[in-house]
């Protein structure tokens, strides 16, 4: 061996088109093996598409593919899978009624004759869970555990495979910072032991922390790429590699809005609500209180009760004890998760958005197109064809159409759950900028997030959930105050802030004096 | 949408080409000519005024009933009742035709439909009802119903409406007969062919157009494609339950007129001869899509027709296994060709 590195994945001139469109045009490069990779690019950029050619999943139009120097073709996801290629999808792939275990073994069944041999498998993911310190029941069902159980399930999936190049698509999209962190600690143990990864994100403080190579697409091809061993990426450079421009500063300048009287403020109000599913108590007590002209940030970890809160303000849910009160506010909502709650895959913009929207009973082509031509324009989604489902639109071009589709309602109470999952930098700024807008005309807005920088920088007041109910609520005093301590604390980084130690000691559960 | 359009279209033929391979095969297994039996039925079914007639005539029921359940596909809710619900609709039809025979005869049919949709609609509401208030399989509550209300109008019209000795009403008058193709066209001389043809293809379009072109129709197939996220967009679901249901089954009635307007002139038990059944593959091949349940229709016309005209050399019963094959194969070309479209990112 004349070389030190060695390759694990190299992509040559790989070109993928739909249609006219180019997904992917000419891209080459090379990730080196041990490493972790990190490829960045706006929404619709192409990464996603890239991974999926390495996967098996598409083939692409021209160029190849070398897995540690040696040509590959492959046909399918198996083909991959024997090559010890594992990918984790942007959107999981998990059947809901099966448990951990279950779902890992479906087509990897270890037998002993014709039976599934469930001790001995449970045997060894256990043991893989305590190497790499995964933390996770296997009896469980999926419909059952949190989204970081269920990202681990897939992992565990891959390591069950004895996978060595590991894609994660977006992996840190739906986490929150503890378990992002968790999440880093996996991935330095995969490292460790002599595992590749590749990570796509738009997260760039993320980057300069796990990666040591970027690679950053745009519209399809290869414009950037720098090596992040020392780990000083300059993240001024490479956010101005991935946009191609400079970056859109957020406008979160918010009005003061002058309401007659306190009354008319009220938009919607639970009072100590409890609820029950499949005898699990779910909310216990919970009090909260949504006002016109307000953003109203919800901070916690995942299933400690905000999506029973959204199912119960947008009357999905009625069968809980408590009061709630609406006095006729209409609702939108952007869901937490894009593909079960908030589209129709199968339909393509203009349908989706069509079927919130008011219009006369009968609808024409013509009109569809023009949502679909307006909606892409305004809110900068980008579609290789406008009459294409949702289905094959890129993960943060869907989630913008969502956005858009109730933002356009004017509705009075607009819930906003996670609503930057997976967007790139300046959509995110764009949506930040219109959340901003419905509250300044006078919204009551609902914003949950497990982005803490997210809620500080738009929230007026940040509720802390555990645990069905709410543990502490810190009112724009406080949040000003927050917001001038940051200032000064940018330059020496050592030192956390007293209110988000607060507000993280809040969030599992501790009360702080 | 046109590209999805093009992949259909591509599977279905490829399906209907290995189905015929298949057939082929399996005739030449039963030391049969494959080559006489297929121009036999050729010859028989398009050689004469009378085949085409026939033939046409035998797709008329199927179209009707196809359309209604493609209604309740859409929505995703598996319709197997719509034999005992068209039986419901069609044996009230009947009744209407005879009971009011003497109204004008444009207003005795609106009427006689109406009477028919809403019945027929009813035993469509009983499943929806039971789905959505106990959370029961429309699959396994239609499938029952068809023996209920079979049993039921079997009992009312053995007891109080039968002609004696016989399983059917009686005649309605001459004077409400729709009128027969052969009246005008002699080139149809003999054959049924008759008005309700030309009824189930305005029907098949006025389903098209419900489907794909209506709100009501958007919300349905959401629902079908995605029940939770149609929820939390706001649409009824319980709702599109029951009204699809409730039109789908409705429709389905409409299927009596070609055999009691248009053809005997009363309702008979057994009329239908699983037309109920027959139409969910009909449905199915053709992608639910109301325009292609038209060529479906006329398809398994041809097997139904060209069956007969075959059963001296074959039993009839060979084209119920094409018939068979010809579902099989949809499922299977389908998966394939998918497959196929999606891994170079064109599906
Ligand atoms: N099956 C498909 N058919 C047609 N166009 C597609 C298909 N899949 C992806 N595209 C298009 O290719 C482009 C790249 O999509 P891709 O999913 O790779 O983006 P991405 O970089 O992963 O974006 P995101 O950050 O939003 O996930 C998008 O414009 C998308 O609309
Ligand atoms: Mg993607």
Do not use: W
């Amino acid at each position: 061996m004349h070389c030190l590195k060695m390759t694990a994945v190299e992509f040559i001139n790989i070109t993928k088109k739909f249609g006219s469109f180019f997904a992917n045009r000419d891209i080459s490069f090379s990730v080196e093996k041990n490493t972790v990779h990190c490829i960045l690019g706006e929404n619709g950029a192409g990464k996603t598409t890239l991974m999926k050619i390495l996967f098996g999943m598409y083939r692409q139009d021209s160029g190849s593919l070398k897995i540690s120097g040696e040509d590959i073709r492959f046909n399918s996801p198996h083909d991959a899978i024997a090559k010890g290629i594992g990918m984790v999808h942007q959107h999981f792939m998990l059947i809901d009624d099966f448990t951990v275990m279950e779902n890992i073994i479906l087509g990897n069944e270890i037998t002993k004759g014709i039976r599934i041999d469930f001790d001995k498998t449970a045997g060894i993911l256990n043991e893989l869970i305590s190497t790499y310190s995964l933390n996770l029941d296997i009896n469980k069902k999926i419909s059952e555990i949190s989204i970081s159980a269920q990202q681990k399930t897939e992992i565990l999936k891959l390591l069950f495979r004895n996978s060595d190049i590991l894609i994660f698509d977006e992996p840190t999209a739906v986490l929150s910072p503890a378990e992002t962190d968790e999440f880093f600690k996996i991935i330095g143990k995969f490292k460790s032991s002599g595992k590749t990864i590749i990570f796509i994100t738009h997260k760039l403080n993320e980057v300069r922390k796990i990666s040591d190579k970027v690679s950053v697409l745009r519209r399809g091809m290869l414009v950037y790429e720098s090596s992040n061993e020392n780990r000083n990426l300059d993240l001024n450079i490479l956010s101005q590699a991935i946009v191609g421009e400079t970056v859109v500063k957020a406008n979160t300048e918010k009005a003061d809005i002058v309401f007659p009287g306190n009354d008319g403020r009220n938009a919607i109000s639970l009072r100590n609500i409890f609820l029950k599913k499949d005898n699990v108590s779910r909310l216990k007590g919970l009090n909260l209180d949504l006002y016109k002209g307000e953003i109203h940030g919800i901070c916690g970890v995942e299933g400690n009760g905000q999506n029973e809160i959204i199912d119960i303000i947008t009357g999905l849910e009625t069968e809980f004890e408590g009061e709630f009160s609406n006095p006729g506010c209409s609702i939108s909502l952007v869901p937490d998760d894009r593909l079960k709650k908030g589209m129709i895959s199968e339909f393509t913009i203009g349908e989706n958005i069509i079927l919130k929207k008011k219009s006369s009973n009968f609808i024409s082509e013509r009109l569809l197109d023009r949502i679909s031509t307006e909606t892409a324009e305004k809110y900068d989604v980008r579609v290789s064809d406008i009459k294409s489902n949702l289905s094959s639109l890129s993960g943060g071009n869907q989630q913008k159409v969502i956005f858009a589709r109730e933002t356009e309602l004017e509705s009075d109470v607009m819930i906003f759950s996670h609503p930057t999952r997976g967007v790139d930098i300046n959509a995110t700024v764009f949506i930040h900028s219109k959340i901003i807008e419905q509250r300044n005309k006078g919204k009551a807005v609902l914003l949950i997030s497990s982005d803490l920088d997210e809620l500080f920088a738009l929230s007026d007041k940040i509720s802390v959930i555990y645990n069905g109910a709410i543990a502490g609520t810190f009112g724009s005093e406080e949040l000003s105050n927050f917001r001038n301590e940051e200032l000064i604390r940018k330059s020496d980084e050592s030192t956390g802030s007293p209110l988000s130690d607060k507000i993280g000691k809040l969030m599992i559960g501790i009360k702080t004096e | 949408m046109n590209t999805k359009f093009r992949i259909n279209l591509i599977s279905i033929s490829l399906s209907l080409i290995s189905t015929l391979l298949i057939v082929f095969v399996f005739l030449l297994i039963l030391n049969k000519n494959p080559f006489e039996i297929f121009s036999v039925i050729f010859t028989e079914v398009f050689a004469s005024g009378y085949g085409i007639g026939q033939t046409l005539f035998k797709a008329t029921p199927l179209i009707i009933c196809g359309c209604g359940l493609a209604v309740c596909f859409h929505a995703s809710l598996f319709n197997i009742g719509a034999e005992g619900q068209l039986n419901a609709g069609s044996f009230v039809i009947a009744l209407v035709a005879l009971k009011a025979g003497s109204l004008p005869f444009p207003i005795l049919f609106i009427l006689c439909i109406v009477c028919g949709f809403v019945v027929s609609g009813i035993t469509g509401i009983i499943p929806a009802y039971i789905k959505i208030k106990k959370g029961v399989s429309e699959v396994i509550t239609t499938i029952m119903l068809n023996f209920i209300i079979l049993a039921l109008v079997n009992y009312f019209l053995v007891d109080f409406f039968a002609v004696k000795a016989t399983m059917h009403t009686e005649k309605i008058a001459d004077s409400n007969m729709l009128m027969k193709f052969s009246d005008i066209f002699p080139f149809f001389e003999g054959s049924s062919l008759n008005m309700s043809f030309v009824i189930a293809l305005l029907l098949a379009f006025a389903s098209y157009i419900f489907i794909y072109k209506t709100k009501f129709g958007y919300k349905l197939r959401a629902a079908g494609f995605n029940e939770t996220a149609s929820r939390y967009i706001g649409i009824n679901i319980n709702k599109v339950i029951l009204l699809s249901f409730f039109t789908g089954a409705g429709i389905t009635s409409l299927a009596g007129i070609n055999y009691i307007f248009g053809y005997k002139g009363f309702y008979e038990m057994g009329f239908s001869s699983n037309v109920g059944f027959t139409a969910i593959a009909v449905a199915l091949l053709a992608r639910n899509n109301p325009l292609g349940i038209i060529f479906s229709s006329l398809l398994f016309a041809v097997l139904d027709y060209g069956g007969l005209s075959v059963n001296q050399l074959v039993p009839k019963e060979i084209m119920l296994v094409v018939q068979g094959i010809i579902i099989l194969s949809i499922l299977a070309v389908d998966r394939i060709v998918k497959s196929y479209f999606e891994k170079r990112g064109i599906a």
